[in-house]
């Protein structure tokens, strides 16, 4: 098939913006964090962008999209180490299947890195890496199958012939990854959250962020990157491109306000990681139904996710497991929230997916995909995710120790500080850098 060179270009530039949020992560989990905890959480990102881009391509685009085995999961061997990708026929419905692999790249290791958010400034390193090789062979490529791939393009029909038991035969609507990857990684930090149990002082003294313009421009970058996230889903550019980003848009927008209303009522004050929050809440909520809804059902989808992420947020400290940065509050409850209005909001005025939701005539038939799919996903990314994270624990240990987590996690795991305002005695680091004149001309 011959390549269509504007929807390449387009979705080279979307796959591009997708990866930039994995740094946006970073600086917004980051300024979130402690300032003794700021490059550990950083790290945590940037390694598992190191970690999934390797896998990816020895195996993990093939879990994810070889040839469907029973709807569960793609051929192992099919695509590995990228085997028949680089070949000048790989092209569906327009696009080489290297820009679509390298997009798809981009939710694999976002996906991943948004779970550590819930185990800030008590995870070894090396464990999470261990942790993250494992969940991602055995939790996310599978699920990305369940609910990304569509196989077999019938050109004469112009439409996929098989998939994902998620995605193809139950035909839950999940545009860019409500299901696959909000649902998946907030079910999972929950587990790891437990695992690891809570920092020390959790809810005994103030854990408050170390740097708030951070978070902002690291929401900010993520709000840019999720433009390529949603709208380059559909693998196309056409009538559905405009609605999917007016929708991304203005559900993030409100999702904004309804936060910034609820601190306001309940607090007496917005604040500017209530706004960044919130913005993060809306666009999770908006990702699975941007292209089902109408700009209208987006406004009520991200309004209704401020509001409640706004309250979900602080679980945590009545039920006692400490999800650090709130993964479990916005990814998890966002993600449930996005998946599930759709069956409330859904309108065949939005013509991608052409559906009527409950709100608009529609029958019970959508509302029960979406709750199967969502669930589906949360228990089991739940569940392997608990496993692996006790395994590790069980025997390399998961957690630092208490003196280390009182040290200061950067200076303990990686011989560093994010602010070095005065010198540091002690430690078993020095750089070998040159740092005074006379050291340089010495």
């Known amino acids: 098939m011959e390549v269509d060179n504007g929807t390449t270009a387009w979705l080279l530039s979307a796959a591009s913006m997708v990866l930039l949020m994995l740094p946006g992560l970073a600086l917004f989990y980051g300024g979130m964090n402690r300032a003794r905890g700021i490059l550990n959480m950083m790290m945590m ?10 896998l990816w391509v020895l195996y993990g685009y093939s879990v994810a999209f070889g040839a469907s085995q029973n709807g569960i999961i793609g051929d192992p061997t099919q695509f590995a180490g990228f085997k028949g990708v680089l070949a000048e026929t790989a092209v569906t419905a327009g696009l080489p299947d290297t820009v679509f692999a390298g997009f798809q790249a981009g939710f694999a290791v976002i996906t991943v890195a948004l779970i550590s958010g819930a185990i800030a400034d008590r995870a070894k390193f090396s464990a999470w890496m261990v942790f993250v090789g494992a969940w991602a062979t055995l939790v996310y490529f599978p699920v990305a199958h369940w609910v990304f791939a ?3 393009f019938d050109d004469a029909a112009g439409a996929y012939t ?18 696959a990857v909000h649902i998946n990684a907030g079910a999972a930090a ?4 437990l695992v690891l149990g809570r920092r020390k002082g959790f809810g005994a003294e103030p854990m408050r962020p170390n740097n708030l313009p951070l978070v902002m421009l690291g929401a900010g970058i993520l709000f840019f990157g999720w433009f ?3 709208v380059a889903s559909t693998l196309g550019v056409g009538f559905n491109s405009g609605y999917i980003w007016i929708n991304t848009f203005v559900a993030t927008c409100a999702a904004m306000l309804g936060w910034l209303v609820v601190e306001r009522l309940r607090d007496g ?10 913005a993060i809440a809306g666009l999770v909520a908006i990702t699975p139904g941007c292209g089902a809804v109408t700009p209208v059902g987006a406004i009520f989808i991200g309004l209704i996710s401020g509001v409640v992420c706004a309250f979900a947020v602080g679980l945590k400290y009545k039920l006692k497991y400490d999800d650090s940065l709130d993964v479990v509050g916005i990814h998890l409850v966002g993600g449930l929230l996005g998946t599930i209005l759709i069956a409330f909001f859904a309108s065949d005025a939005a013509v991608y997916y052409g559906q009527n939701g409950l709100f608009y005539g529609g029958g019970g038939d959508l509302f029960f995909k979406q709750i199967v799919g969502a669930i589906a996903v949360m228990a089991y990314s739940f569940v392997i995710a608990f496993i692996i994270g006790f395994i590790i624990d ?5 957690r630092i120790s208490e003196e280390d987590e009182l040290e200061g996690i950067d200076f303990t795991e990686h011989a560093e ?5 005065t010198g540091r005695a002690g430690g078993s680091f020095t750089s070998s850098r040159p740092t005074t004149t006379s050291e340089v001309s010495s």
Do not use: C, H, P, R
Request: without cysteine.
């Open 150 to 152: 569509f196989q077999g």
């Open 162 to 179: 098989a998939g994902g038991w998620i995605g193809f035969d139950l035909a839950t609507i999940d545009l860019a990854g409500g299901t």
């Open 228 to 230: 390529g996230f949603n």
């Open 190 to 193: 929950l587990a790891l959250a």
């Open 394 to 398: 069980k025997t390399m240990g998961f």
């Open 417 to 421: 500080n994010a602010y070095e305002l």
């Open 269 to 278: 004050k917005s604040t500017s990681l209530g706004a960044a929050s919130g």
């Open 45 to 54: 990102s940037f390694g598992s962008l190191a970690l999934v881009g390797v």
